[in-house]
C-alpha cells in the first residue's frame, strides 16, 4: 500500500496524531507527512504512505497556500489567539490603509521566526525554550510571498481574511503580527486553513471522518493516490523493456543511449506506462535515486 493520502486536517489535532489515526484506519506502519500543520490549523496535511515516504526528500514542491484570518488591536507572545492576548487599544485602520501596505509584505521578504516555531537555537527547540519563559534573539530569514490578497474585512471587529501563497519556511502568524505593526494597532492570527501543500489543494483532500467511514467500507485504499503525482514536477523519461528490467534492478542507464536528453531528475516509465523509480544524470549515467515500484 504506497501513494499519497490527503487529510484536511480538522482543528485541535496535531499532525502526528491526525498520521497515527490514519496509520491505524490502514494498518500502515510507514507513514509520514509533507508539512506539519499547528494543532489549531486546519487544511492540506498529504501523508505519505509506504514506499511513498522516501520521496519526502526529493519532493519538488515545497511552497503553500493558506486562507488566514486576523484581529486588529491585539498583540500576543505568540502572534496568534491560542496565546497571551493584550488589547492595544488602537482602533482598526481603514481598508485603504491596509491596501496601502500589502504591497510591502509581497515577493521576498525577511520574517524573524517566532519564539513558538520548531527551529532550533543552540540544539534546543525554540517553543521548548518559549514554555520555559526564555526568549531568545532569532535572525531575519528570507522568504517569498507569492501572492497576498485581501479576501473579506470587517472594520468594526477588525477582523482581515487574506489569501497567501508562500515559500517553505514562511510563518503566517509573524505575517499577521508584522503586518498590525506596520499598521501601529497591533494583530493576532485567528484561523489559518492550509488550501495548498506539495501540489496538491483541497479538492483532493478527505477529512477524518470522511477516512473513518472509507475504511470502515474498506475502501479507504482507494483514495490513495500514485506516488508519481507526488514528483509531478519532475519531467517524465519512458524508456525500452530491457532498460526498465536493467534500472528496475538497480542498474545505471547510459544517458547517450536514452531517447531524451536528461539535465536533471526524472521521472522513469517502462512502456507499459509503470513509473519505476525516479532517476538523476551523474557522470554520463542515469541512476536511480528513488525506486517507486517493484
Known sequence: MDGILCID????????????????????????????????????????????????????????SYT???????????????????????????LAEIEAVLPQFRGEILQVPPMTSALKKDGVRLYDLA????????????????????????????????????????????????LGRVLGCGAVMTALRRTEAAGYPLADCITLDEAKKLAEEGTLQERILP??????AYPTLTVSAPQAHRF????????????????GPVRVYDPEGVCLALGIPENGQLKMDCLLSL
Not at 25 to 34: E, Q, R, T
Not at 227 to 232: D, M, V, W, Y
Not at 252 to 259: I, Q
Open 68 to 94: 488566514a484570518t486576523l484581529r486588529f488591536g491585539a498583540v500576543s507572545d505568540t502572534l496568534d489567539v491560542w496565546g497571551q492576548v493584550q488589547e492595544t487599544g488602537k482602533p482598526a485602520p481603514t
Open 131 to 178: 514554555r520555559q519563559g526564555i526568549e531568545v534573539e532569532r535572525e531575519a530569514r528570507p522568504v517569498t510571498i507569492y501572492a497576498l490578497e485581501l479576501l473579506d474585512y470587517h472594520q468594526q471587529e477588525g477582523l482581515l481574511t487574506l489569501h497567501c501563497a508562500c515559500s517553505k519556511g514562511t510563518y503566517i502568524r509573524t505575517l499577521c503580527d508584522d
Open 9 to 64: 486536517k480538522p482543528e485541535g489535532m496535531t499532525s502526528f496524531l491526525c498520521v497515527a489515526v490514519v496509520r491505524r484506519l490502514l494498518g500502515v506502519k510507514k507513514i509520514g507527512h509533507a508539512g506539519t500543520l499547528d494543532p489549531n490549523a486546519t487544511g492540506v496535511l498529504p501523508l505519505l504512505i509506504g514506499r511513498a515516504t522516501k520521496t519526502l526528500d526529493r519532493l519538488p514542491v515545497h511552497d503553500k
Open 248 to 263: 528496475r534492478n538497480g542498474g545505471s542507464l547510459d544517458l547517450v543511449r536514452l531517447k531524451e536528453t536528461v539535465t
Open 227 to 232: 506516488i508519481e503525482t507526488a514528483l509531478a
